[in-house]
């Protein structure tokens, strides 16, 4: 079975450090993976999927098929960063997303 | 366009009280799905549709039940509400199977 593991449910960083959101995921065939954002009390946006390699509000996230995981980085957190960050992978029914238990992300001033 | 929208935003009910939820999307999207998320479990597909008229069950769909009768609505629907679901209910949408899921608002759900 597909399952997305995200090993952390609380990261504090301060402000200007770098930041690291890690992802592993178990799936049998070819992977495709999403990292969403919610801030407070808003709905779920789609931040980064693997296939499009950009970078979005200067984060990035590279697919490691090797070890299995999808780690969402960038170097310099700023407080508006701050949010509930959910790691997907797709090939639920219908190719519904399965998805970690998400990270809450604070950004210390 | 309003995007994907739900009704209502906030529900109290009682156990055993029943209630629908509405999905709605203007984006004449094919695919739509239903999900909770609860604290420390992430969210979890209730059901979903591929089409007017089709629904089919996800991981988690006992003590729902939905319709797809037009393609902009997706109806969630609790027969006989228990307190386990208590949640926040997402539905989402996608207009094909290769592209991004756009999540509705969402609807806070108590049950006492």
């Known amino acids: 079975a597909q399952r997305v593991t995200q090993p952390e449910k609380l990261l504090s960083v301060f402000k200007g450090a770098p930041v690291e959101l890690k992802c592993n995921y178990s799936?049998?065939?070819?992977?495709?993976l999403f990292w969403y954002v919610q801030y407070s009390r808003q709905r779920l946006q789609l931040l980064l999927r693997?296939?499009s390699r950009e970078s979005i509000k200067g984060f990035t996230a590279d697919l490691n098929k090797g070890e299995t995981s999808f780690h969402l980085k960038k170097p310099f957190a700023q407080e508006e960063d701050s949010a509930m960050y959910y790691c997907a992978l797709r090939g639920g029914g219908a190719d519904g997303l399965t998805f970690g238990k998400g990270t809450h992300l604070i950004i210390q001033p | 366009n309003a995007g994907v929208t739900q009704t209502p935003k906030f529900r109290v009910l009682k156990t055993g009280q029943s209630m629908t939820l509405l999905c709605a999307q203007d984006?004449?999207?094919?695919?739509m799905y239903w999900y909770r998320q609860d604290p420390g479990m992430g969210l979890r597909l209730i059901h979903y549709?591929?089409?007017?008229?089709?629904?089919a069950k996800g991981e988690v769909p006992d003590g729902y039940n939905v319709s797809r009768l037009k393609k902009q609505n997706f109806l969630l629907g609790l027969e006989s509400a228990a307190p386990s679901q208590t949640s926040v209910y997402f539905c989402?949408?996608?207009?094909?199977?290769?592209?991004?899921?756009?999540f509705g608002p969402g609807t806070r759900l108590t049950v006492l």
């Open positions: 693997h296939i």
């Open positions: 984006m004449n999207h094919e695919y």
């Open positions: 549709s591929v089409g007017e008229g089709t629904t």
């Open positions: 989402a949408s996608r207009v094909s199977s290769y592209n991004e899921q756009f």
């Open positions: 799936y049998s065939g070819s992977p495709e």
